[in-house]
Every structure is written in C-alpha cells, then in structure tokens.
C-alpha cells in the first residue's frame, strides 16, 4: 500500500511568486492533515479535512493560503503570493477515521524556500 | 490551551549509551493522547508510540521505553544502548479526542534532535 506522498519535495522561489504543494493521502482515509515546520521550531497545525470538507482551518496563517481537497481525495496547498516566512516543511499527513485520537501516516513533506 | 514542551533541542551521544528524551505538556482536558514520532533523515514521522491519558503505565518496546506521569505532566522516551540508526529528530505530541469526524487535531513540540555517534 502506498504512503503518503508529497510533491513536489523542495520547491525555491522569488517572494511575490505563487507555489502550490500536493498531497496524496493514503487511499481511504478520511482526514487529511496539512502542518508546517520553520525552522528549528515546532511541526504547526495548519488545518484539518474530512474527505473534502475543511473541518479546522485555524492554523492556517493568512488569506494568502488556500487549501482544497476536491473529491475527497488529494489535496493542495496554494501560497500566493510567498513571503520569505513562509519558508518551512510542509507536512501532509493522513488517517483513517478512528475512535479516539490514533497516529497520523506522515509524508516526507514539501520544503519551500522562498528568496 | 495546548501545549507541548521539548526542552533539549539537540543531544550527543556515543553509541550504547543510554538518553532519555524529556516531554513535557500541557491540557485542561481529562482524556487527551500522547504520542512519540521519529523522524529519520528521509523526512517522513514515523509513530512509536501513543498513550492515553488513563493510562500511565510505562512501556517498554525492545531498546524503548516511555514513562508517563500525569502529576509531572511529563511523557520521557528513553533509549537504552543507542546505536547510530537511532540519530534522528524525536517529537513529542499531544491530541485531544476527536468530536464526531474521527479525526484530531495533533500538536507537537519542537523536536529533539539526537546524534548518536559511533
């Protein structure tokens, strides 16, 4: 069974500029999780789907991020237009629905680094 | 509010040594669930371990062990006999039960970073 998968792995770009991430959860579950990590400081909750519907979105910084996840299934994350911090590891993460909070299938994330 | 605190951000040590990695957090819920994550330098976390809050009784998986103690708030991770596969960033986490999605909301500390040289 395939993981979960990010792309693309490192993306560099001039500040002002649009990127937008992709994650492609573990086929079947229904949440699906994007986080980010600045540097040296903690992984940070950015919002929360369940299948196609944005149940928490409170981590999600500002209006110039925008996540989707239409059908269900895969997801992106648009940044636009970057700022230099929004550099970071963006983490995808996904999971089956449980009873009771259980682990999250990590993917190896996105980095971005914004000049 | 949530939160979780990994005060050593980066520790050295000779392979077979043993280290224990601190946890510490904090929630005004009564049912919450920690978790232990590894992250290699592939770049994906890995889950060790998840604890729930009624129950504290250590454990022990191989070279791993885990003390939770709800009158410290404290969920330590040692590894007995480190070897150098072990060098990797360790987060702690900290999740509250979910409402009627089935899903949580997950937050980590900051990560220790652990170098286990040989």
């Known amino acids: 069974e395939a993981g979960v998968t990010q792309f693309p792995s490192h993306s560099v770009i001039e500040k002002g500029q649009t990127v937008t991430l992709r994650c492609d959860p573990i086929?079947?579950?229904?949440?699906l999780y994007w986080y980010r990590r600045v540097m040296g400081k903690e992984i940070k909750f950015l919002l929360h789907?369940?299948?196609?519907?944005?149940?928490?979105e409170s981590g999600m910084p500002n209006n110039r991020f925008l996540a989707e996840r239409t059908g269900g299934t895969y997801s992106t994350l648009k940044v636009q237009p970057a700022e230099l911090e929004d550099s970071g590891v963006y983490f995808c993460?996904?999971?089956?629905?449980?009873?009771?909070?259980?682990?999250?299938?990590f993917g190896e994330g996105s980095r971005l680094t914004v000049l | 509010a949530q939160k979780v605190t990994q005060a050593q951000t980066e520790i050295s040590v000779v392979e077979k040594e043993d280290v224990t990695l601190d946890c510490v957090y904090e929630?005004?819920?009564?049912?919450?669930?920690l978790f232990w994550y590894k992250q290699p330098p592939s770049g994906e976390l890995v889950f060790l371990i998840r604890?729930?809050?009624?129950?504290?009784q250590n454990e022990i998986s191989g070279r791993y062990s885990w003390n939770f103690q709800k009158s410290t708030s404290s969920f330590n991770f040692t590894i007995t006999a480190s070897q150098v596969v072990d060098s990797a960033v360790y987060f702690c986490?900290?999740?509250?039960?979910?409402?009627?999605?089935?899903?949580?909301?997950?937050?980590f500390g900051a990560g220790t970073r652990l170098f286990v040289k040989a």
């Open positions: 993460a996904s999971s089956p629905r449980y009873q009771g909070a259980r682990e999250l299938f």
């Open positions: 086929s079947g579950h229904d949440n």
């Open positions: 789907f369940v299948k196609e519907s944005k149940q928490d």
């Open positions: 929630t005004r819920d009564t049912t919450y669930y």
């Open positions: 604890r729930n809050s009624f129950d504290e």
């Open positions: 986490a900290l999740s509250e039960a979910g409402a009627n999605t089935g899903g949580f909301k997950t937050i």
